[in-house]
Nanobody
Framework: QVQLVESGGGLVQTGGSLRLSCAAS??????VGWFRQAPGKEREFVSS????????YNTASVKGRFTISRDNAKNTVYLQMNSLEPEDTAIYYC???????????????WGQGTQVTVSS
């Protein structure tokens, strides 16, 4: 089991930027990524990155705006979010697990979530 702690959420205006961080402890991270859940909606995949950092997956709505990266020395993954839109408002969850062919990540561990709110 791995423990995941997110940080970096907050309130930002449309077009603004935020950087989320997820620090892991307990074991080395393999596939890792971010999901989000907006009010009244199901949790959805956002982005993932493999162990080497060379393979990333992103859901279509964030391509060109969000960038996932990782620092294996710090066991930390980041999500740089630019050009934020009100539709990006959600609780963002860090997740860790093993590789899967569709999203690059099948989670077995979750963080507690961090709120991102984008005002119009």
């Amino acid at each position: 089991q791995v423990q995941l702690v997110e940080s970096g959420g907050g309130l930002v205006q449309t077009g603004g930027s935020l950087r989320l961080s997820c620090a892991a402890s307990g074991r080395r991270l393999y596939a890792v990524g971010w999901f989000r859940q907006a009010p009244g909606k199901e949790r959805e995949f956002v982005s993932s990155i493999g162990w080497s950092g060379g393979k990333t997956y992103n859901t279509a709505s964030v391509k060109g705006r969000f960038t996932i990266s990782r620092d294996n020395a710090k066991n930390t993954v980041y999500l740089q979010m630019n050009s934020l839109e009100p539709e990006d408002t959600a609780i963002y969850y860090c997740a860790a697990g093993v590789y899967s062919t569709n999203t690059g990540l099948r989670p077995d561990s979750w963080g507690q979530g961090t709120q991102v709110t984008v005002s119009s």
